[in-house]
């Protein structure tokens, strides 16, 4: 049963850093497109960013960019995301999740999220 | 304000049949396929329907996707109360380079 872990999140100070974590374990990580998708507090799921299979490839959505960066070592089955400049409306929960390719919004595996609040 | 529109609520009692619609627009359900997600209260969200109408492994018969144009629809039959949950639509959006998701639907089991 494939699986994947998050870590990493916490209360952070507006404009400060922080980076989250997911290890993917019970399949062939190596393989497949991952993405980070965000849930505020009593809202709905955005995507943050993806990350083609072998790393070559990425993609933010406009709020994110120039302040995340998305990144994985096949080597240890670890998923990453670096939030820099982080904002009060960058609040959410964090998702990583097994994506079908770069192009896709199908995500047969996800974490159980990690919770990132951005406050003074 | 999300690029895929569902209605915020839906309800219905026990054996009964609902659906809940995902509207779009050519970038995203008019040329790429629609998947939707379940996510139980607490809990993350599940692939639910895949490619449109593919149900995944694991998943009962009684849900049920389609798509038609620029809009989609889940369906499910035999409603039970283990279903109350939110219910989102995803999309490949061409023109913002991205998955998109409808704002979720709550549903009540009443």
């Known amino acids: 049963q494939a699986q994947l872990v998050e870590s990493g999140g916490g209360v952070v100070q507006p404009g400060k850093s922080l980076r989250l974590s997911c290890a993917a374990s019970?399949?062939?990580?190596?393989?497949?497109?991952m993405y980070w998708v965000r849930q505020a507090p009593g809202k709905g799921l955005e995507w943050v960013a993806a990350i083609s299979y072998d790393g070559s490839k990425n993609s933010y959505r406009d709020s994110v960019k120039g302040r995340f960066t998305i990144s994985r070592d096949n080597s240890k089955n670890m998923l990453y995301v670096q939030m820099n400049s982080l904002r009060a409306e960058d609040t959410a929960v964090y998702y990583c999740?097994?994506?079908?390719?770069?192009?896709?919004?199908?995500?047969?595996?996800w974490g159980q999220g990690t919770l990132v609040t951005v406050s003074s | 304000q999300s690029v895929l529109t569902q209605p915020p609520s839906a309800s219905g009692t026990p054996g009964q049949r609902v659906t809940i619609s995902c509207s779009g627009a050519s970038s995203n359900i008019g040329s790429n396929t629609v998947n939707w997600y379940q996510q139980l209260p607490g809990t993350a969200p599940k692939l639910l329907i895949s490619d449109n109408n593919q149900r995944p492994s694991g998943v009962p018969d009684r849900f049920s996707g389609s798509k038609s144009g620029t809009s989609a629809s889940l369906a499910i039959i035999g409603l039970q109360s283990e279903d109350e949950a939110d219910y989102y639509c995803a999309a490949w959006d061409d023109s913002l380079n991205g998955p998109v998701f409808g704002g979720g639907t709550k549903l009540t089991v009443l």
């Open positions: 019970e399949f062939t990580f190596s393989s497949y497109a």
């Open positions: 999740a097994r994506g079908w390719g770069m192009s896709s919004s199908r995500f047969d595996c």
